[in-house]
């Protein structure tokens, strides 16, 4: 079947730490993989995505790499900021029927 | 600002009653997904709705049900609510062509209190 893990949470860090959050998937064919963000009171917002193996999607400082062979999409910030507070959430989409699967997100606090 | 518009922001309302969530996708997109977001159970897919036909079922209980109108906007209704439905609803949607595009954009959501 088709499933997101991610590490848990919550995490906190200081400003300007280097941010890791980990996610592996399992899937059925090739999965598109993509990092969600969710601000306190706010919907989801795409953060980024992958489509393929090795691509490396990034936004806003922060980037992952699709890698298939750890079956694995890790979000990675070299820096992170108070803004940064957030819950981030990997998923996965398969084509067929274009299907979302979400992990349980990770909330983020980021400290000054 | 997503596109996806999801009506009302908020509502409040006792048990045993029946609520009506609505929300309009993005323009041109023909998926419409929803979720439930709860504390203790995280983020749950509920259903999905593809140019008006049912298109695929997640955790979705039977007293809840959804529905997509030609005009592809959709509602989510909740019956017999219990406490535990208090949740926030997100509503999705997407091209749901498979390819750069199939990327879920997210409506601000619906925070229902069931008291």
């Known amino acids: 079947g088709n499933s997101v893990t991610q590490m848990e949470g919550p995490v906190t860090l200081s400003e300007e730490a280097f941010l890791t959050i980990n996610c592996t998937y399992t899937?059925?064919?090739?999965?598109?993989l993509f990092w969600y963000v969710q601000y306190p009171g706010e919907g989801l917002q795409l953060l980024l995505k992958?489509?393929?193996?090795?691509d490396k999607g990034s936004n806003k400082g922060f980037e992952a790499t699709y890698r298939k062979e750890t079956t694995s999409f890790h979000l990675e910030k070299g820096s992170v900021q108070v803004s940064d507070s957030a819950v981030y959430f990997c998923a996965l989409s398969v084509r067929t029927g274009n299907q979302f699967y979400f992990g349980t997100g990770t909330s983020l606090t980021v400290i000054p | 600002d997503s596109g996806v518009t999801q009506t009302p922001k908020h509502l409040i309302t006792a048990t045993g009653q029946r609520v009506t969530l609505r929300c309009s996708p993005r323009?041109?997109?023909?998926?419409v997904y929803w979720y439930q977001q709860s504390l203790d159970q995280g983020l749950q897919f509920l259903i999905q709705y593809y140019n008006g036909e049912e298109r695929a079922k997640g955790n979705i209980l039977e007293r809840f049900s959804a529905q997509q109108f030609p005009d592809l906007h959709s509602e989510l209704n909740l019956s017999s609510l219990e406490l535990g439905d208090s949740a926030l609803y997100f509503c999705?949607?997407?091209?749901?062509?498979?390819?750069?595009?199939?990327?879920?954009?997210f409506g601000p959501g619906t925070r229902l209190l069931v008291l």
């Open positions: 992958a489509t393929k193996a090795d």
């Open positions: 899937a059925t064919g090739y999965p598109s």
């Open positions: 999705a949607s997407s091209v749901d062509r498979a390819g750069p595009e199939e990327t879920q954009y």
């Open positions: 323009s041109g997109d023909l998926s």
